[in-house]
């Protein structure tokens, strides 16, 4: 009899036979299709897993050089696709310093090797997308305004990729010491993980610090290693589920020079480079005018750090400076109209900054004119041996008023015309308008830093501060007689600072033995002068170093000349100064905003085994990247039509060649490199 028959009175309470049939078929299903989904997600992640483990971080070395404070690094990753069958993306990423120029970067792929070399940034885009067109491997280095570096690619099955970039800095003294910091980040675990910095200076290295996890060893008086080397189980100990991201960092002095112009080092082709600073000299008084946004965007962390910068600050004054504060939001809102004494006001100027709340709308622009017209009407008598200082705390975004930024820097630059201020800019958060504040700085002689949230707030304000508040000499102007020197950097400089220190690079005349060397500023007794006669001679330096003076004036000119582009007004002085940038970008191979990185092929003939160009740094005799630990030779492509490589920008995007080259010399890939 069949049980699963119709009822067909539809009246019944009870389910009839026919329903509870219908009912169990509908649960079965429900189950099957619950045990696929369960099946496909547990195949999926096993998949995913597989995958991941497919990856193998074989190597990350960090070498760094640093000679007479210029620093050259480079970073080398090879990663592995251990899977047999399908190919695998990788990625190469990298954090940079934010005054640093990429100088190269090279890598290596399936067996081929490809390099860079800098254009102009429109010829380079140009030539970029002529050999995508034609099929051919491409890549393009830009800076994007940011200071991370990434790649991106697919490698065939069983193979690897090895990459090495290069970039370049002068090592800033700040606070009576010099610092030095790189990203350590390689992306997962690494089996062959280095990283060493070799900090040499003819003058002498002390006063060195590091990372608590860095060990150092003296060489000399002149030369000090710093390396950090864990093992795989220390950096699983020390990772994040975004890899070891952390930061080696060093810190280091150099002996002072008794000659009175400062430390000179020359190179054997008459580049020179000189290191002026004031150790012990007294610091002249300020008056101080801080401008404070209180806006509605200024709320929650950022207020809170603006509280603490106040605090930070005005308990740092010395006895002998004169400060006031104003407030800017909807309206401007005077603490103190006239300078006082900090000696006798600071504990109320902090009481008030403890009160700061943020709401209303943002008039930027009222608030810098306010502050700036504070200092212009400061009694001149009393004023005659102080160095005026404006600081403004923000976060830089217009609201209200004047919302135009050219409007607001012109604005700024007329009511500051003929006067000896220092803008200084303080900004805060994530949305930071930098750009604006960066403007406002370096048309005004002064210096513009971020804050950003972290536990080390207060921290990043001291040493804001403390770069500003200890001036020692001002207006000073560093000159070499005329038939001595062909070229240099800035020579003109508006302060310098307790601590600080002023860089000037540059070529001598050929056949110059001497240069007399004058340095003059004013300080708390009215102006100084300094002389000396400085050889030409080249510096020795221990261990046949040799200091990088051509590419340190090269790197100062660029970015004085960048930088003039904000200072300036004049369109026909701006072109000028940007085709000079220009021009010594693509003399040294650097990446700047002007320039770009064409990377192509290295079409080679042989084993194979390719080189990567630009490997290692030297360090007393040089390291080739080949033959470093734990680098294997690349193999070559043996099959003519192997998996083809595909490589993406930092997006995600990705392209395949339409069509099958050559193995021998093309890969059939397009890549693309961005600093984004």
């Given at each position: 009899m069949n049980r699963c028959t119709t009822n067909k009175t539809g009246v019944s309470s009870v389910p009839s036979a026919s329903d509870f049939c219908l009912i169990v078929k509908m649960g079965v299903l429900r189950a099957l299709l619950l045990l696929l989904v369960v099946a496909a997600a547990s195949a999926a992640l096993v998949k995913r897993q597989d995958s991941e483990e497919a990856i193998v971080y074989k190597l990350f070395h960090v070498d760094s050089l640093v000679v007479s404070r210029y620093a050259v690094t480079s970073i080398t990753s090879v990663v592995q696709n251990s899977d047999p069958e399908q190919s695998k993306e990788l990625e190469f990423r990298m954090q940079l310093p934010e005054t640093a120029f990429i100088s190269n970067f090279s890598m290596s792929v399936n067996g081929r090797t490809y390099y860079g070399v800098a254009k102009e940034k429109a010829e380079a885009e140009q030539e970029f997308e002529e050999r995508i067109s034609a099929g051919e491997n491409a890549g393009l280095v830009q800076s994007r305004g940011s200071e991370v570096f990434s790649i991106r690619i697919n490698t065939a099955a069983d193979s690897e990729a090895a990459f090495v970039l290069k970039y370049e800095e002068l090592i800033v003294r700040r606070r009576s010491k010099y610092s030095y910091s790189v990203n350590l980040n390689p992306g997962s675990v690494v089996n062959d993980f280095q990283a060493r910095v070799r900090v040499v200076d003819p003058q002498g290295v002390v006063e060195t610090a590091a990372s608590d996890f860095v060990s150092s060893q003296r060489l000399s008086d002149t030369e000090v290693v710093f390396s950090y080397q864990p093992s795989a189980d220390q950096q699983r100990e020390d990772s994040t589920e975004y890899g070891l991201g952390r930061d080696l960092d060093i810190e280091f002095?150099?002996?002072?020079?008794?000659?009175?112009?400062?430390?000179?080092v020359v190179d054997s082709n008459c580049y020179f480079a000189q290191f002026f600073s004031k150790t012990g000299a007294e610091a002249v008084p300020v008056d101080l005018v801080f401008v404070i946004d209180v806006s509605g965007s200024m709320s929650g962390t950022k207020i809170a750090q603006t509280r603490e910068a106040l605090e930070t600050i005005i308990n740092q004054l010395r006895d002998t400076d004169r400060f006031t504060m104003l407030t800017f939001s909807t309206n401007v809102r005077y603490w103190r109209e006239d300078l006082v004494s900090a000696s006798e006001y600071r504990l109320e100027g902090v009481e008030f900054a403890q009160s700061l709340l943020a709401n209303g709308g943002t008039n930027f622009n009222a608030g810098l004119l306010d502050g700036i017209e504070v200092l212009k009407g400061r009694d001149e008598s009393a004023s005659q041996s102080r160095i005026p200082l404006l600081v403004v705390l923000t976060d830089g975004e217009p609201t209200q008023g004047v919302t135009d930024e050219d409007k607001i820097v012109a604005n700024a630059r007329e009511a500051l015309t003929g006067t000896s201020i220092s803008l200084n800019c303080l900004g805060f958060g994530q949305n930071l308008n930098f750009q604006l504040?960066?403007?406002?700085?370096?048309?005004?002689?002064?210096?513009?830093?971020?804050?950003?949230?972290?536990?080390?707030?207060?921290?990043?304000?001291?040493?804001?501060?403390?770069?500003?508040?200890?001036?020692?000499?001002?207006?000073?102007?560093?000159?070499?007689?005329d038939n001595s020197v062909k070229t240099s950097s800035a020579t003109e400089f508006p302060l310098l600072f307790e601590g600080g220190e002023i860089?000037?690079?540059?070529?001598?005349?050929?056949?110059?033995?001497?240069?007399?060397?004058?340095?003059?500023?004013?300080?708390?007794?009215?102006?100084?002068?300094?002389?000396?006669?400085i050889s030409t001679n080249p510096t020795s330096i221990v261990g046949d170093y040799s200091p990088s003076t051509e590419r340190l004036q090269a790197y100062l000119l660029i970015q004085q000349l960048l930088n003039s582009r904000l200072a300036s007004t004049d369109q026909s002085e701006i072109n000028a100064n940007l085709l000079k940038a220009l021009d010594l970008s693509?003399?040294?191979?650097?990446?700047?905003?002007?320039?770009?990185?064409?990377?192509?092929?290295?079409?080679?003939?042989?084993?194979?085994?390719?080189?990567?160009?630009?490997?290692?740094?030297?360090?007393g005799g040089g390291e080739d990247f080949a033959n470093s630990p734990g680098v294997s030779s690349l193999p070559p492509q043996s099959n003519p039509n192997p998996d083809q490589p595909k490589i993406s920008s930092g997006s995600g995007e990705s392209s395949e060649s339409p069509t099958a080259l050559s193995s021998s010399v093309l890969f059939a890939a397009l890549f693309h490199l961005l600093l984004c």
């Open positions: 002095d150099v002996t002072p020079t008794s000659v009175s112009v400062g430390e000179f504040l960066e403007r406002l700085a370096l048309q005004n002689d002064g210096i513009v830093r971020t804050i950003y949230e972290g536990d080390d707030a207060a921290e990043q304000l001291e040493g804001f501060f403390d770069e500003i508040s200890t001036p020692v000499l001002q207006n000073i102007k560093i000159s070499y007689d860089v000037v690079a540059g070529q001598c005349n050929k056949d110059t033995q001497n240069i007399d060397v004058e340095v003059v500023g004013t300080g708390t007794d009215g102006q100084v002068s300094f002389t000396a006669e693509l003399k040294y191979n650097f990446v700047t905003e002007l320039t770009s990185l064409i990377v192509v092929e290295e079409i080679c003939s042989g084993s194979g085994n390719e080189t990567l160009i630009g490997g290692g740094n030297d360090f």
